[in-house]
């Protein structure tokens, strides 16, 4: 039973920077598919990066050329480095994974297993 534990989030100015990272409890994430997505105050949670399954990476619109996702298979590390910070950024951020594949857009398809959550605060 896979489990996610996010880090890295926290309190940064406007044009700050911040790199969440995601430890995954398994033997590797190369078999996952895996993703980051974050939910606003009094919005819905959304995708924000995910790659694909021919390894694309793919990102929300509003968050392209500012954030950039990598995951390191060795140590079983996701991570999200975020620059150039707006208050629009300002939520709480999950990474999540699932074995399996799915025919839906990495930005809007369902994981299985979902970590607690890191809280980002810009201001």
């Excluded at 996010?6 to 033997?27: H, K, T, W």
Aim: with cysteine; hydrophobic share 35%.
């Amino acid at each position: 039973h896979v489990q996610l534990v996010e880090s890295g989030g926290g309190l940064v100015q406007v044009g700050g920077s911040l790199r969440l990272s995601c430890v995954a409890s398994v033997d590797t994430i190369g078999r996952y598919c895996m993703g980051w997505s974050r939910q606003a105050p009094g919005r819905e949670r959304e995708g924000v990066a995910a790659p694909d399954q021919e390894g694309r990476t793919n990102y929300a619109d509003f968050v392209k050329g500012r954030f950039t996702i990598s995951r390191d298979n060795n140590t079983n590390i996701l991570y999200l480095q975020m620059d150039r910070l707006i208050p629009e950024d300002t939520g709480v951020y999950y990474c999540a994974a699932d074995m399996r594949p799915s025919m839906l857009p990495p930005l809007v398809r369902a994981y299985s297993v979902w970590g607690q959550g890191t809280q980002v605060t810009v201001s």
